[in-house]
């Protein structure tokens, strides 16, 4: 059998009573990628500064990726909203973070272009990399959005291959995730969300052998019992993502 590494991202929750336990755990772990987010009971806000900096300074040697979204309103957004969002790109690097992780649509659901470029030439002027983030599940026309999200040169597009608020069902699912991958090179990467867990990825494994290089894999409660990380959830997926 062929070595198969699978690159992991664990988004982290960085307003809950057990983020100082979380982040002691995840910096004795060879994680590539760690999410912060703030309110992840509304999908993901913008953390604070402090928890930027603190997360950091315990797991120097992970990619940490910053989620900047301002409110759970919905991904439309005015223009206090983006320049509020470009002060967050800016403190976030300030702070530590190696990455932002964000996006915009319009009312029709389409891609805000001239916003998300606006977002994206801040953060590449930082040297930060980029994920465009679940708003991609709730786009018309995804594989057209792909085609401009890999143009506009984002490093990563957040998915779970099912709608936005949708029940997400992993295994279910492959096939749209396989389709994203084939639209793309090792230039920008599918973080396949949406519940990963060691309970599927016997299933989802074999389905991404042959995508090596354009994705990671990326889990949140998979990894939690109780809201804390649990080591044996953990050190399950690391052992199965480094068969």
Not at 222 to 239: H, M, P, Q, Y
Request: charged residues 20%; glycine residues 4%; negative net charge.
């Amino acid at each position: 059998m062929n070595f198969q590494y699978n690159p992991l991202e664990i988004c982290l929750a960085s307003d809950t009573k057990v983020f100082e336990a979380n982040l002691k755990i995840l910096a004795q772990y060879p994680i590539e990628h760690i999410e912060l987010c703030a309110s992840m009971s509304v999908g993901g806000l913008t953390p604070k500064y402090e928890q930027i900096t603190h997360t950091k300074s315990f797991c120097p040697n992970a990619r940490l990726m910053c989620m900047i979204r301002p409110h759970a309103n919905s991904f439309v957004y005015n223009q206090d909203d983006i320049n509020l969002m470009l002060k967050q790109i800016r403190l976030a690097k300030q702070c530590g973070a190696d990455g932002v992780v964000f996006g915009a649509l319009t009312k029709d659901s389409l891609l805000a272009e001239q916003q998300i470029k606006v977002l994206l030439e801040c953060a590449k002027s930082l040297d930060l990399k980029t994920t465009f983030h679940r708003a991609f599940d709730a786009v018309k026309h995804p594989t057209d959005a792909i085609e401009k999200l890999v143009s506009w040169q984002f490093d990563h597009i957040l998915t779970a291959g099912s709608l936005w608020e949708e029940q997400v069902d992993l295994i279910n699912n492959m096939s749209t995730i396989e389709q994203y991958l084939r639209q793309l090179s090792n230039d920008c990467q599918l973080i396949v969300s949406g519940g990963l867990a060691k309970e599927n990825l016997s299933a989802i494994l074999p389905k991404l052998s042959k995508y090596q290089g354009r994705y990671l894999l990326h889990s949140y409660s998979g990894v939690l019992t109780d809201n804390r990380i649990d080591e044996e959830k953990l050190n399950a997926i690391l052992t199965m993502t480094r068969a």
